[in-house]
């Protein structure tokens, strides 16, 4: 078979699944689309749908309240990916090397990945962090903190970190070691700059899970008290379903969209150039 067959041949078993994949996901994007120019509202079935151009963008994108949200948004992405990268990079460090039971710890640890948001926000907020039978809050208690009562958010990306340190030759760690180069010179030196392309991978896929949080907000706190603890996802739903304006609803999901690519771009670029640095 010819090389240029063969290659339309691989694309022609590519098709099929790119045309179920436009249909998941694209339909339902240009219909959010559509609805975003319209004035819909639930409740008053009676009016119908009616054109609105631009104003559901410029009564609920640029507005006060959308800002606040946003910054809120922001924030919360920040904190938690930063958490979470250190968090991950000291698992796959503690991974990374042999001891008894290595296999167990890995899949205790790799486990919670595969819980439900909802039942993740449920544990956090009833098991852990209840004012009144909370374990946490009962220890703060204890060491004399009274009204402890916080909620946080957390995901993991120890694997991929793992994966990278797992990748690093031993050979030259080996070498660096026999050259008497402590253990901390060897992470800065030899692991750390072994780990960038990989936390390019962590910073685009956490970025876009802890934007997409929702289960964690809606079964914690509700986007309470107000709108404080709201992030983007929560208002569209809060919108839609509470407010029953589908348009409104709408114009806010096309704009996170943009801004979700936006932020994606950034930070892209930023680790592409922290990596040819390194």
């Known amino acids: 078979m010819k090389p240029a067959s063969a290659k339309r041949q691989r694309r022609t078993l590519l098709y099929p699944t790119l045309i179920v994949v436009?249909?998941?996901t694209q339909i339902p994007f240009l219909l959010t689309i559509y609805l975003s120019f319209q004035s819909w509202n639930l409740t008053r079935p009676d009016l119908g749908r009616l054109f609105n151009g631009v104003g559901n963008y410029t009564t609920e994108v640029i507005s006060a309240e959308f800002g606040t949200i946003l910054l809120q948004t922001l924030?919360?992405?920040?904190?938690?990916?930063v958490i979470c990268c250190l968090v991950g990079l000291a698992l796959a460090l503690l991974l990374n090397r042999d001891f008894f039971g290595k296999?167990?710890?890995?899949t205790l640890l790799v486990t919670p990945f595969f819980v439900m948001p909802v039942v993740t926000g449920l544990i956090w907020k009833n098991e852990l962090f209840s004012p009144n039978f909370g374990v946490l809050t009962w220890l703060a208690g204890v060491v004399g903190i009274e009204g402890f009562n916080p909620m946080a958010n957390q995901a993991?990306?120890?694997l991929v970190l793992l994966a990278g340190l797992q990748a690093i030759p031993e050979e030259e760690k080996e070498a660096a070691r026999l050259d008497g180069c402590s253990r901390f010179m060897v992470f800065r030196f030899i692991e750390l700059?072994?780990?960038f392309p990989y936390y390019r991978m962590v910073i685009l896929l956490g970025t876009i899970f802890i934007l997409q949080a929702f289960g964690e907000i809606y079964v914690g706190t509700a986007g309470g008290p107000g709108t404080s603890s709201m992030n983007l996802q929560y208002l569209t739903?809060?919108?839609a379903v509470v407010g029953t304006q589908v348009g409104a609803?709408?114009?806010?999901?096309?704009?996170t969209l943009v801004i979700t690519l936006v932020i994606l771009t950034t930070l892209m670029r930023a680790a592409n150039?922290?990596?040819k640095e390194a």
């Open 156 to 158: 993991l990306f120890m």
């Open 22 to 24: 436009a249909i998941i």
């Open 237 to 239: 739903y809060d919108t």
């Open 193 to 195: 700059p072994y780990l």
């Open 273 to 275: 150039a922290v990596v």
């Open 75 to 81: 924030a919360i992405t920040a904190i938690s990916l």
């Open 249 to 255: 609803a709408s114009a806010i999901g096309v704009g």
């Open 103 to 106: 296999g167990l710890v890995q």
